[in-house]
């Protein structure tokens, strides 16, 4: 099994930053992609940014030059970050984080996270 849990939302006001974490952890044996998406009230999820196993990035054009996604390995788990630089309003969303890969035992999972809620308000 793989497993994601975020961190790293919360209240902020516009203008302001906020950093995402997502912990991938159990039976990798690759990732693929890594990728954050987000779900605003009443509207579909939608791509945020991905990250893939190259290094190749993809950003929203909502978000370009403002977000910024990033992996780190440790010993048994990834991390994904997102920082979220100038943040509006209408970032306000559950942020959900997404990994593509393999399992030890050659299986493909397609797995997300909890979700994490990000509030961009006076």
């Known amino acids: 099994q793989v497993q994601l849990v975020e961190s790293g939302g919360g209240l902020v006001q516009p203008g302001g930053s906020l950093t995402l974490s997502c912990a991938a952890s159990g039976s990798i044996f690759s990732i693929n992609a890594m990728g954050w998406y987000r779900q605003a009230p009443g509207k579909q999820r939608e791509l945020v940014a991905t990250?893939?196993?190259?290094?190749?990035?993809?950003?929203a054009d909502s978000v370009k030059g403002r977000f910024t996604i990033s992996r780190d390995n440790a010993k048994n788990t990834v991390y994904l970050q997102m920082k979220m630089n100038s943040l509006k309003p209408e970032d306000t969303a559950v942020y959900y984080c997404?990994?593509?890969?393999?399992?030890?035992?050659?299986?493909?999972?397609?797995?997300w996270g909890q979700g994490t809620q990000v509030t961009v308000s006076s």
């Open positions: 990250l893939t196993s190259g290094g190749s990035t993809d950003y």
């Open positions: 997404n990994a593509k890969g393999r399992t030890v035992w050659g299986i493909f999972y397609n797995n």
